[in-house]
T-cell receptor
Framework: DGGITQSPKYLFRKEGQNVTLSCEQNLNHDAMYWYRQDPGQGLRLIYYSQIVNDFQKGDIAEGYSVSREKKESFPLTVTSAQKNPTAFYLC???????????????FGPGTRLTVT | SQQGEEDPQALSIQEGENATMNCSYKTSINNLQWYRQNSGRGLVHLILIRSNEREKHSGRLRVTLDTSKKSSSLLITASRAADTASYFCATDANSGGSNYKLTFGKGTLLTVNP
């Protein structure tokens, strides 16, 4: 059963605490991504990675950190520096194109984070 | 930065009718993709159209791409209540080494009434 898993589905934290969201894929994809989605909005890219031990900042990386120690795993830490952390977080993966642009991305079910 | 913008923001139709959603983007692309998202779920890929293609079909879906106008449309024919979802277009950037990234629009919320 191949795919992307994210856990937990719902997460509640107090303000000032760091929290780590899990993302695992068994699709053997090289590239992985983290997005944030706010109500009624599209997806905004937080971080992305195309290879183990390497990752790049997306459009809204401030207050977030990631690691890519294994090809299958790309955890996201929401730090206390993130001013507005309550949101729906989506992880995705894809193969890397051979100079023909982006391939389709496979998404996990998401984690809804609420910080109070 | 928002590359794709969908129009309309919301669309409500009756079952059996066709639904058309549009997407405009700003910069040159390699390809454009459409995704679907049911409420509270992850996105599901629907169709990818390359910059050298003008039209593509998949089941009840028809996608067109006009690179001269930097726009795309998604047509869902004979809609069903189960098509109720948000639909997003996503584009890559035809420049640089990170052209595997996607930029998503804000989406069109489609409601199909039984």
């Amino acid at each position: 059963d191949g795919g992307i898993t994210q856990s937990p589905k719902y997460l509640f934290r107090k303000e000032g605490q760091n929290v780590t969201l899990s993302c695992e894929q068994n699709l053997n994809h090289d590239a992985m991504y983290w997005y944030r989605q706010d109500p009624g909005q599209g997806l905004r890219l937080i971080y992305y990675s195309q290879i183990v031990n390497d990752f790049q900042k997306g459009d809204i990386a401030e207050g977030y950190s990631v690691s890519r120690e294994k090809k299958e795993s790309f955890p996201l830490t929401v730090t206390s520096a993130q001013k507005n952390p309550t949101a729906f977080y989506l992880c995705a993966s894809s193969i890397l194109g051979q100079g023909r642009g982006a391939y389709e991305q496979y998404f996990g079910p998401g984690t809804r984070l609420t910080v109070t | 930065s928002q590359q794709g913008e969908e129009d309309p923001q919301a669309l409500s139709i009756q079952e059996g009718e066709n639904a058309t959603m549009n997407c405009s983007y700003k910069t040159s692309i390699n390809n454009l993709q459409w995704y679907r998202q049911n409420s509270g779920r992850g996105l599901v890929h629907l169709i990818l159209i390359r910059s050298n293609e003008r039209e593509k079909h998949s089941g009840r879906l028809r996608v067109t791409l006009d690179t001269s106008k930097k726009s795309s449309s998604l047509l869902i024919t004979a809609s069903r209540a189960a098509d109720t979802a948000s639909y997003f277009c996503a584009t890559d950037a035809n420049s640089g080494g990170s052209n595997y990234k996607l930029t998503f629009g804000k989406g069109t919320l489609l409601t199909v009434n039984p």
